[in-house]
């Protein structure tokens, strides 16, 4: 159940909205490519980019539960200036709920031999993120599912872990887990453009109960042949190739006020591939700036007055120079 008024209107919880659509990824393993395995505690596993094939639709589906059911993602034709590939569309009405208190990925889960970043919404059951002071949302729920970007599928005791921070037994607890190198893992990551930009809102000190719908779309990038390359390329998708629409309700000197300072190109560091930058910070996250994190171009419509502002742009030259040119 959810706990405080939260951001959603639904009586449902993320974490059994996304329980549902694991089950019926569940009974479309073998069409999906995935494979669907039990620790010894009773947590089930969906490989859907370790050593399962997966795929585009795993992955399509992948960032459907991980936004909880609450966002649309589709693969469509991409912009042949930017990248002469598909695109990744993530279109949500409820971008509070689906992108923040679900999809972010804002959980570092660490064990001996074992890194993973956990998104999903078994974060608002775990609620352990300021985040979920700051949005007033958390759950109680009976079962948790989560999403876990890693190189290997989880021991029973990251599983014990988790369960325990959700407060669920061990058997409630649903994980999907895939590389960042894999089709499915590859467009998890992609869909995650109006998050970014959702994410840099909250950094500006905005008041996100105002979003009321957002739109994204980024370019998918190839498959890489290792997880650190496969980083770089999905990231640089959003820092350099996304468009985000947001509608909201505000004023609009605050919108213009706030316009420059939303997109990627606010960063210093704007302009060279997320590689590049993440090897200068020895590969530390949190020694990067975080104004990089954002889309390349971000696009307000403000409902209250009807007026739209917008600023970045795309960035071509970076896009190829990171998904290995043509």
Not at 78 to 83: A, K, M, R, S, V
């Amino acid at each position: 159940m959810i706990t405080t008024s939260g951001p959603s209107a639904s009586s449902i919880s993320l974490n059994h909205r996304a329980r549902e659509r694991c089950e019926s990824l569940i009974s479309r393993a073998a069409e999906l490519r995935m494979e669907v395995t039990e620790t010894s505690g009773g947590t089930r596993c969906l490989d859907m980019g370790i050593s399962a094939a997966g795929g585009l639709e795993a992955g399509r589906l992948l960032a459907e539960v991980c936004l909880a059911g609450l966002a649309q993602v589709e693969i469509v034709p991409g912009d042949d200036q930017l990248w002469p590939g598909p695109a990744i569309i993530v279109r949500t009405d409820h971008p509070v709920a689906a992108c923040m208190a679900s999809q972010y990925a804002g959980w570092r889960i660490t064990d001996e031999n074992f890194f993973a970043m956990g998104s999903g919404p078994m974060r608002a059951a775990a609620g352990r993120e300021s985040l979920f002071d700051d949005i007033g949302y958390r759950e109680n729920p009976d079962v948790a599912v989560g999403v876990l970007e890693a190189g290997s599928l989880p021991p029973a005791s990251v599983c014990q872990q988790i369960a325990d921070a959700c407060r669920v037994p061990i058997d409630a607890l649903t994980l999907l887990v895939a590389r960042t190198a894999s089709q499915a893992g590859g467009v998890q990551v992609v869909a995650r453009s109006v998050e970014t930009a959702l994410h840099k809102l909250h950094e500006l000190h905005f008041d996100l109960r105002q979003v009321i719908s957002g739109f994204g779309v980024a370019p998918l990038p190839p498959v890489a042949r290792d997880d650190l390359t496969a980083l770089g390329r999905t990231n640089d998708a959003v820092l350099y190739g996304a468009t985000v629409n947001l509608w909201v309700r505000s004023e609009d000197a605050r919108l213009e006020d706030l316009i420059n300072r939303i997109p990627s190109c606010a960063s210093n560091d704007f302009g060279a591939p997320f590689g590049e930058l993440f090897a200068r910070c020895g590969r530390d996250f949190y020694r990067m700036d975080p104004h990089l994190f954002s889309p390349a171009r971000v696009v307000l419509h403000n409902l209250q007055s009807g007026h739209t502002f917008a600023a970045g742009q795309p960035c071509p030259d970076v896009i190829r120079q990171s998904f290995g040119g043509l």
